[in-house]
């Protein structure tokens, strides 16, 4: 059904939750590694706003922002529907989507970036937030209910090994087997599927990357003081 | 039916964010229980009903809850299918749930910052503003409507320009909607703000100017740190 391109990098989990949707519809894709420190024409070309990955390009046509392509490859590629077809079910979906990727996500971004006083404020911020995922995963084995993944099941995809790794490199703990049984026994589902290991980068590389990540950030504030 | 059960809308009456969905509604003909929620003095019912923000809008179908306005839009379109607010086309759906996020995070937050601050910080948040707007203004290309001819989800989710901008233009003595920088822009304003179901429901200017005036004072006294 028409040319299908990923402008990504295999780092991020934005990407990662694109490749993960595309793989579930059996879409297949070419996928453009990007060098994020030195953008491509075609990512500035194909998205002049954000200048971000991912970018999904179908038929030269590009997309941009992981949750609006992953409700567009839905739309587009309709078998193994990733959003239930209820409406308030959907919104449901969409509602903690949203607070996953706002407070949960960031919250543990400003965990792993900060230091000191603020770091324990982000943290006590960010627990709060998973205290209400717990609550939603209560029960079933796949936020998108008990058979298969779904939409919201990619959104939290990061959590197994993306926030595993923030919290080794950032020294902090969010994801407490104890405090999130649930999440906890989700997480170890999700990321033993096979498709979603596949589309996984190697955990050592993501440390690297992380680490790259703060030493970078921190020297350009030296630099700037 | 699902489309005859109640429905009820719990909102202030300067929130962009609740008159988006009252749009909708309208334009709809759907029939619906306002009920005004003092924000500085939240219910109990509030509070129930979205113990995860605690903010309004929150709409409530039946025994259905939903809140975030963007969430709620999309179930209204989906449960009510008379005059449709989003595109078929899913590239254009994308498009539309791109610049609506877009608009919300660069435009609404970068200007209400640029109104609550003073000097520098003032006038960084009102650059922002208006190269962010400047993105936005391209993307009329010509039309009356972002949604073509007639108003449709675009126009709900960035509505709140036409009305509220200006408001806090002259609260926050900025000046970001420029006619001779944004023509396009400024006639969507005109045709926006003179469409039958728009111009019954807006909130007195009057009022809003005192409104904002306070919050901005609120917010721009506040200690920082």
């Known amino acids: 059904m028409g040319e299908v391109k990923v402008i990504g990098s295999s780092k991020s989990l934005f990407c990662t939750r694109v490749e993960w949707a595309l793989k579930l519809k059996g879409v297949e894709y070419e996928y453009l590694e990007e060098d994020l420190l030195n953008k491509s024409t075609l990512l500035l070309q194909h998205n002049p706003v954000h200048k971000k990955v991912p970018v999904l390009v179908h038929n030269n046509k590009p997309v941009a922002e992981s949750l609006v392509i992953l409700e567009y490859i839905d739309e587009t590629w309709k078998h193994n529907s990733l959003l239930p077809e209820d409406p308030h079910e959907r919104a449901m979906a969409r509602f903690w989507a949203k607070f996953a990727d706002e407070k949960c996500l960031m919250g543990a971004f400003m965990a792993f970036w900060k230091e000191g006083e603020e770091k324990e404020k982000a943290i006590e911020s960010a627990l709060e937030s998973f205290t209400f995922l717990e609550k939603q995963i209560q029960g079933k084995k796949f936020f998108s209910g008990d058979d298969n993944i779904g939409y919201l099941d990619l959104v939290m995809g990061w959590i197994p090994l993306w926030l595993n790794v923030m919290e080794e490199v950032g020294g902090m703990k969010l994801d407490d087997p104890q405090k999130f049984p649930s999440l906890h026994e989700w997480a170890q589902n999700f990321n033993e599927i096979p498709l979603i290991k596949d589309c996984l980068p190697p955990r050592d590389e993501l440390v690297n990357y992380f680490n790259f990540a703060v030493n970078y950030n921190r020297s350009t504030a030296a630099a700037k003081q | ?225």
């Open chain 2, 1 to 225: 039916m699902a489309n005859a059960e109640h429905v009820k809308l719990l909102g202030f009456w300067a929130s962009p964010f609740v008159r988006r969905v009252e749009w909708a509604l309208k334009l709809k003909g759907v029939d619906y229980e306002y009920i005004e929620e003092d924000i500085f003095n939240k219910s109990s019912q509030l509070l129930e009903l979205n113990p995860v923000h605690k903010l309004v809008p929150v709409f409530v179908h039946g025994e259905r809850v939903i809140a975030e306005s963007f969430v709620v839009l999309e179930y209204i379109d989906e449960t009510w299918k008379q005059c449709p607010l989003m595109p078929q086309d899913p590239h254009e759906r994308a498009m539309a749930r791109f610049w609506s996020k877009f608009v919300e995070e660069k435009i609404l937050f970068a200007s209400w910052k640029s109104m609550c601050s003073l000097g520098e910080e003032k006038e960084k948040a009102a650059k922002l503003t208006v190269d962010a707007v400047e993105k936005i203004e391209g993307e009329l290309k010509g039309k009356r409507f972002f949604g073509g001819e007639s108003i449709g989800y675009l126009d709900i989710a960035v509505g709140w320009m036409s009305y509220w901008l200006p408001i806090w233009e002259e609260v926050g003595s900025m000046k970001i909607l420029d006619p001779l920088q944004f023509p396009a822009l400024t006639s969507w304003m005109r045709n926006f703000l003179e469409h039958p179901v728009i111009k019954e429901n807006l909130p007195p200017r009057d009022k809003m100017i005192i409104y904002f005036q306070k919050r901005s004072q609120e917010f721009s006294s506040r200690p920082r740190g």
